[in-house]
């Protein structure tokens, strides 16, 4: 059975500090895995990754694929009050042309 | 701002009764999904249309039926709604399969 799974669950820190979220996974015919943030409402997409080692940044997100250990991570630097949210992994796979299989997320509190 | 727009925000009914909820697609994008979020699944894959035919399916019930209309808007229709048929459900759309699905800002089922 494919999986997809997050850690931490949540945490906390402070305004400036530096997170790293893990994504890991288990998946045959894997294609891609993608990264979303959700805060109140609709998870809005960060980055798709499909090829191994090569890191995609954007602003003080970036993150990075392992495709050889099945696994993915996603940096926040200098983390900000506004990048409290929930991340969201998730995999795509060649056999499901679209169907994305999301892990449970890691909620992400900041505090000033 | 997705793109994406889902209708009704918030949908309050009855167990035992039917409901439709309304997507209309980023323009340009042809795939259309379903996803079911709630608090112990977190977000599930329910079914993917493109250009009007179905693609994929996940572990959608018999009770739900979707499809997609020659304009490309969606509904996805829930009968014999249960108690633990409330959920956040949201609709996602791509150009293609193979590209990021941007999500709406989803709709709020409660079953009283």
């Known amino acids: 059975e494919d999986k997809v799974v997050q850690s931490p669950l949540s945490l906390v820190v402070h305004e400036g500090d530096t997170v790293t979220l893990n994504c890991s996974y288990e998946?045959?015919?894997?294609?891609?895995l993608l990264w979303y943030k959700q805060e109140k409402k609709a998870p809005t997409f960060l980055f798709m990754l499909?090829?191994?080692?090569i890191e995609k940044k954007s602003g003080r997100l970036s993150s990075i694929l392992d495709k050889k250990e099945l696994f993915s991570i996603l940096n926040i630097t200098a983390t900000q009050t506004g990048d409290s949210a929930i991340y969201l992994c998730?995999?795509?796979?060649?056999?499901?042309?679209?169907?994305?299989?999301f892990g449970a997320g890691t909620q992400v509190v900041v505090t000033p | 701002d997705s793109g994406v727009t889902q209708t009704p925000k918030h949908l309050i009914t009855a167990t035992g009764q039917r409901v439709t909820l309304r997507c209309s697609p980023r323009?340009?994008?042809?795939?259309v999904y379903w996803y079911q979020q709630s608090l112990d699944q977190g977000l599930q894959f329910l079914i993917q249309?493109?250009?009007?035919?179905?693609?994929a399916k996940g572990n959608i019930l018999e009770r739900f039926s979707a499809q997609q209309f020659p304009d490309l808007h969606s509904e996805l229709n829930l009968s014999s709604l249960e108690l633990g048929d409330s959920a956040l459900y949201f609709c996602?759309?791509?150009?293609?399969?193979?590209?990021?699905?941007?999500f709406g800002d989803g709709t709020r089922l409660s079953i009283l």
């Open positions: 996602a759309s791509s150009v293609l399969g193979n590209q990021p699905q941007h």
């Open positions: 998946v045959t015919n894997f294609r891609s």
């Open positions: 499909t090829s191994s080692g």
């Open positions: 998730a995999v795509a796979t060649t056999d499901s042309w679209g169907k994305l299989q």
């Open positions: 323009s340009g994008d042809l795939s």
């Open positions: 249309y493109y250009n009007g035919e179905e693609r």
